[in-house]
């Protein structure tokens, strides 16, 4: 198996059983995610404990097996981290799908199998729009639109 099965393999789990994929109590941080491009609708929540570290993150909504995946590999990197470690790791998501910089990706393990979206732009906000919306959601909370 070569690496670019492994990381559709990945996606394709990870779209068929999305992990965290539920409504969190509150209170809560929220916020809506838009790709009208694609018709990708994305709920994202989070908690932070009192250090500003993300206790538990998760989310809901339909779109396509990228926007999914991505949200779902998302959840499961995200949970741990504090606030400022997941917006840093955002910047690297975002360098990765975008390749506007020479992207680290040693560090950040699965989410690496988003890094061939690259090849394709519509994809690519499949694949950040969970991203944008969990920044959303850190800062104040609201709907973000792709368009
Ligand atoms: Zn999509």
Redesign the pocket.
Known sequence: MDLADLYRDVIIDHNRNPRNFRRLSPPCRHAEGL?P????KLQVYLRLDDDDRIEDVSFEGS??A??VASASLMTEALRGRTKAEAEALFQRIHAMLTGSEQADISAIGKLAALAGVRAYPT?V??AS?CWHTVHSALDEGGIVSTE
């Open positions: 790709n491009l694609c018709g990708d779109g396509c990228i926007s994809r906000k499949c729009l």
